[in-house]
């Protein structure tokens, strides 16, 4: 009899136990994306929230908001930072451009040999020395750390295979002066205040002639359905940023900042994992569905890198040494 009470006793302790709900986060911040669910960027900040939310038991939520549907344009997520109206947002390096100069230091056209060539620059001191500038410049912003987003090329409704033949062309370009002032010096339009999500559309309308990404936004976006040619210019290698808004990360304890900074960055090799699977199905379904993939002979692809040159003078002369030692970094490439 005795057994059996303590028996009892032993069940209704346990089922109080699990009957306890999880305590409740004592922050919930917001996270904008504006790529689609399943996307790598998205998987990643997925696993930045999850990590976070770990890390301090619980008392930090992030919640995830995908697909643009908080804010579709990136450069309204980061006056949203700057505001401290929202915590975190990923987004690509190109619009950080228009509010921390010092970051087109590391997205110059034709800058880097390959991929190793950049990470080595991301993940040593340049790199990480010109993500603490985004925190040290007044612009209310904190970098955490840096993704991969492959290198990009011009897609376009009609067939490109020099400079010559992008005269006169609507490009879409991303948010950043530099990349506009880029299509201008190959003699074409550039257009911009377009988001990402918004692209196919104004393909499809004829406001713009195409744009220009990598792999995985040309096929997920379903832009590759709509401007056939893909120019394999690969005229940059943008990568990826999750930012953080300063005023909220400063409401936080040290402890909480300092968790938070580790998370991201430990992310890292994950979206890298991710990318590469992306990048891979990516290039596959674009290629299986009849689009004319461009290789340019070695002489037009010299001629779209010379046209761009002048970017190195009008948006880079004031970090020239950054940008030389990167280029140096490139003969171990
Ligand atoms: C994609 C980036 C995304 C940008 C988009 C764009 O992942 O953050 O918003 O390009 O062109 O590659 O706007």
């Given at each position: 009899?005795?057994?059996?009470?303590?028996?009892?006793?032993?069940?209704?302790?346990?089922?109080?136990l699990?009957?306890?709900p999880?305590?409740a986060?004592?922050?919930?911040?917001?996270?904008?994306?504006?790529?689609?669910?399943?996307?790598?960027?998205?998987?990643?900040?997925?696993?930045f929230?999850?990590?976070?939310?770990?890390?301090t038991?619980?008392?930090?939520?992030?919640?995830?908001?995908?697909?643009?549907?908080?804010?579709?344009?990136?450069?309204?997520?980061?006056?949203?930072?700057?505001?401290?109206?929202?915590?975190?947002?990923?987004?690509?390096?190109s619009?950080?451009?228009?509010f921390?100069?010092?970051?087109?230091?590391?997205?110059?056209?034709?800058?880097?040999?390959?991929?190793?060539?950049?990470w080595?620059?991301?993940?040593?001191e340049?790199?990480?020395?010109?993500?603490?500038?985004?925190e040290?410049?007044?612009s209310?912003?904190?970098?955490?750390?840096?993704y991969?987003?492959?290198?990009r090329?011009?897609?376009?409704?009609?067939?490109?295979?020099?400079?010559?033949d992008?005269?006169?062309?609507?490009?879409r370009?991303?948010?950043n002066?530099?990349?506009?002032?880029?299509?201008?010096?190959?003699?074409?339009?550039?257009?911009?205040g377009?988001?990402?999500?918004d692209?196919?559309?104004?393909?499809?309308?004829?406001v713009?002639?195409?744009?220009?990404?990598?792999?995985p936004?040309?096929?997920?976006?379903?832009?590759?359905e709509?401007?056939?040619?893909?120019i394999?210019?690969?005229?940059?290698?943008?990568?990826?940023?999750?930012?953080a808004?300063?005023?909220v990360?400063?409401?936080?304890?040290?402890?909480?900042q300092?968790?938070?900074?580790?998370c991201?960055?430990?992310?890292q090799?994950?979206?890298?994992?991710?990318?590469?699977?992306?990048?891979?199905?990516?290039?596959e379904?674009?290629?299986?569905?009849?689009?004319?993939?461009?290789?340019?002979?070695?002489?037009?692809?010299?001629?779209?890198?010379?046209?761009?040159?002048?970017?190195?003078?009008?948006?880079?002369?004031?970090?020239k040494?950054?940008?030389?030692?990167?280029?140096?970094?490139g003969?171990?490439?």
């Amino acid at each position: 009899m005795k057994k059996n009470l303590s028996l009892i006793l032993a069940l209704l302790m346990a089922v109080c136990l699990f009957a306890v709900p999880a305590q409740a986060a004592e922050i919930t911040l917001q996270l904008s994306e504006v790529h689609a669910e399943g996307y790598p960027t998205s998987l990643a900040d997925y696993e930045f929230a999850r990590l976070v939310n770990e890390r301090t038991g619980g008392r930090i939520e992030i919640e995830v908001f995908t697909g643009g549907t908080l804010y579709g344009a990136e450069p309204d997520a980061i006056i949203a930072l700057q505001n401290g109206a929202l915590g975190f947002t990923r987004v690509s390096a190109s619009p950080v451009g228009n509010f921390v100069p010092a970051i087109n230091a590391i997205q110059m056209p034709y800058l880097y040999k390959n991929k190793a060539h950049m990470w080595a620059v991301l993940n040593g001191e340049l790199g990480q020395g010109l993500l603490a500038d985004i925190e040290s410049s007044d612009s209310g912003l904190v970098g955490l750390a840096y993704y991969d987003a492959g290198s990009r090329s011009f897609y376009l409704t009609k067939e490109v295979r020099t400079v010559a033949d992008m005269a006169g062309l609507k490009i879409r370009m991303q948010d950043n002066k530099m990349m506009l002032r880029m299509v201008e010096l190959l003699g074409a339009i550039g257009v911009s205040g377009i988001g990402p999500n918004d692209v196919y559309s104004n393909i499809v309308t004829k406001v713009i002639d195409g744009a220009e990404n990598n792999w995985p936004t040309y096929q997920n976006m379903g832009d590759y359905e709509a401007a056939k040619y893909y120019i394999l210019d690969q005229h940059t290698r943008v990568p990826e940023i999750l930012l953080a808004s300063k005023a909220v990360l400063d409401g936080l304890s040290e402890e909480d900042q300092q968790i938070i900074r580790e998370c991201a960055t430990e992310v890292q090799a994950y979206e890298i994992e991710q990318w590469e699977l992306k990048e891979k199905s990516s290039e596959e379904i674009v290629r299986e569905a009849g689009t004319t993939v461009i290789e340019l002979t070695p002489e037009a692809r010299a001629e779209f890198e010379e046209r761009m040159l002048p970017l190195y003078d009008e948006f880079g002369a004031d970090y020239k040494d950054i940008i030389d030692q990167i280029k140096a970094l490139g003969a171990d490439f």
